[in-house]
């Protein structure tokens, strides 16, 4: 069984950082793209970032780019979501999910196909 597990979230003042981590288990975390969602209140869920744990490539949306860095431990099986910069839109509930690379729903590059979701992390930016 695919579980997730997110963590890092918190209150920041604009500006400042955190870092989240996705705590994965139950599958073979070598053959996975795992990605970082985010939903702020009476919004839809959107796509943030995404990284493929077989090669390492990563994909951003245009509005964390040059501000988040994705990266992956393939030994402690975990994602983490460096957030800088932070700004008080980033305001949301943080989401990873999984998808394995092989699928026919997976396109790299993209937030398609991903599934599993983790519970979320809550991350507030204050002004």
């Known amino acids: 069984e695919v579980q997730l597990v997110e963590s890092g979230g918190g209150l920041v003042q604009a500006g400042g950082s955190l870092r989240l981590s996705c705590a994965a288990s139950?599958?073979?975390?070598?053959?996975?793209?795992i990605g970082w969602f985010r939903q702020a209140p009476g919004k839809e869920r959107e796509g943030v970032s995404c990284?493929?744990?077989?090669?390492?490539?990563?994909y951003y949306a245009d509005s964390v780019k040059g501000r988040f860095t994705i990266s992956s431990d393939n030994a402690k099986n975990t994602v983490y979501l460096q957030m800088n910069s932070l700004k008080p839109e980033d305001t949301a509930v943080y989401y990873c999910?999984?998808?394995?690379?092989?699928?026919?729903?997976?396109?790299?590059?993209?937030?398609?196909?991903?599934?599993?979701w983790g519970q979320g992390t809550q991350v507030t930016v204050s002004s």
């Open positions: 990284i493929s744990s077989s090669d390492g490539s990563t």
């Open positions: 139950g599958f073979t975390f070598d053959d996975y793209a």
């Open positions: 999910a999984a998808v394995p690379t092989t699928s026919g729903s997976y396109y790299p590059g993209s937030f398609q196909g991903f599934g599993s």
